[in-house]
């Protein structure tokens, strides 16, 4: 009898700066994971796609703007182990198309622009370790948590 492989989901999130210096973050809501918590724009890789393709997808989904894939630089990476075991990719990216909106209200009740020293302290706990890695070692993070 074969063993079945091991299943794990593969996420990009997006650390969108401004010329300000500021973050963008997103509030949770109505997903029933992490309600009220804010994050970065996120979301999962599709099936065929890669994680730059997932993360321009996810972004125009999510926050309504346009990114090229070459303006995405890998800032690190996170494997999260819960009820479920992910495997997370963040990117920064200083430049895009459009303003940001709330293109999903029924996923997010708030985006808002923040000072890395502002942040909420109402944070998804892997985004706020990744940020601090982030903010405290530049690009190349990479993290294991475990709930």
């Known amino acids: 009898?074969?063993?079945?492989?091991?299943?794990?989901?593969?996420?990009?999130?997006l650390i969108l700066?401004?010329?300000?210096?500021?973050?963008?973050?997103?509030?949770?809501?109505?997903?029933?994971f992490a309600?009220?918590?804010y994050s970065f724009p996120c979301g999962h890789?599709?099936?065929?796609?890669?994680?730059?393709?997932?993360?321009?997808?996810e972004a125009e989904e999510e926050i309504g703007i346009t990114i090229n894939?070459?303006?995405?630089?890998?800032?690190?990476?996170?494997?999260?182990?819960?009820?479920k075991q992910s495997v997370n990719f963040f990117f920064e990216c200083t430049k895009w198309e459009g303003d940001p909106i709330n293109a999903e209200p029924e996923k997010c009740d708030d985006v808002s622009w923040f000072q890395k020293?502002?942040?909420?302290?109402?944070?998804?706990k892997q985004v706020s370790v990744a940020f601090e890695a982030y903010n405290n070692n530049g690009k190349g993070f990479f993290i294991e948590l475990q709930d």
């Open 1 to 13: 009898m074969t063993e079945e492989r091991h299943f794990m989901v593969v996420g990009v999130f």
């Open 17 to 32: 700066k401004d010329k300000d210096g500021k973050i963008l973050l997103a509030r949770r809501s109505n997903t029933g």
């Open 35 to 37: 309600d009220g918590d």
């Open 45 to 57: 890789v599709d099936g065929g796609e890669n994680l730059k393709t997932a993360l321009v997808r």
């Open 69 to 83: 894939e070459g303006d995405l630089y890998f800032a690190g990476a996170t494997h999260w182990q819960s009820n």
């Open 117 to 124: 020293e502002d942040f909420p302290k109402n944070m998804m």
